[in-house]
């Protein structure tokens, strides 16, 4: 078993996967289209099976990321492929330099276990702009949010998290 980068090959079982989750409504759905164009954000692992889970670490500029996406292979859940996938998307995050994680989630707890504090939806005006306001569950929604500090902001040249999305947003199909 092992952890990588996603590869071009690995979109239809990151969409399988995906979907599965987003139709209990544990995860937010990603079109194909959306999963191609931000395949660069992913890491996934791998067993003899193939695509055992995959997580995605979304930038919000140089100082700031999302954890988005993160599921393991239904049926094997508990056998501890959740904290690998998440201690590599920190590790990655790390050696990016990124100073603060976050995550909008249904599963806070899985996070806190992690080191992740509490935070309050709106203090990511960012993930609230790129992908709240236009989901259709944003007045009702029941997403908690959760954030760690990887490197004091202090120390960040520019402290503040940069607003612009990282990449344009993509037009309706
Ligand atoms: C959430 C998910 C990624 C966890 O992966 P997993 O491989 O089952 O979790 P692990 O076996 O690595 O568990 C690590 C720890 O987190 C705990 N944990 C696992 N899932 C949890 C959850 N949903 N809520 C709270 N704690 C959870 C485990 O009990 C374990 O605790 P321990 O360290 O005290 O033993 C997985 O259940 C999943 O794919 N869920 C569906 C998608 C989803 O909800 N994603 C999260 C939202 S971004």
Do not use: N
């Not at 992913?42 to 996406?69: K, M, N, Q, T």
């Not at 996938?85 to 990016?96: D, K, N, S, T």
């Not at 992690?114 to 790129?130: I, M, N, S, T, Y």
Request: glycine share 6%.
């Amino acid at each position: 078993m092992k952890t990588r980068r996603a590869r071009p090959a690995d979109l239809p079982a990151l969409s399988a996967l995906i979907a599965h989750y987003a139709e209990t409504g544990l995860l937010l759905p990603r079109t194909e289209r959306e999963l191609r164009a931000r395949l660069a954000d992913f890491l996934v692992l791998e067993d003899v099976e193939g695509l055992a889970g995959c997580v995605a670490l979304e930038p919000y500029g140089p100082h700031l990321a999302e954890i988005r996406s993160l599921a393991v292979r239904p049926g094997a859940q508990g056998r501890g492929w959740g904290r690998r996938l998440l201690r590599f998307a920190l590790r990655v995050a790390r050696r990016r330099r990124i100073a603060r994680v976050f995550a909008v989630t249904e599963s806070p707890e899985f996070f806190l276990r992690h080191g992740f504090v509490p935070a309050a939806r709106d203090a990511f005006p960012e993930k609230l702009q790129r992908d709240c306001l236009g989901c259709p569950k944003h007045r009702h929604c029941r997403l908690d949010a959760v954030v760690l500090t990887l490197r004091p902001l202090s120390k960040c040249s520019d402290p503040l998290p940069v607003l612009t999305p990282a990449i344009p947003a993509l037009p309706a199909r």
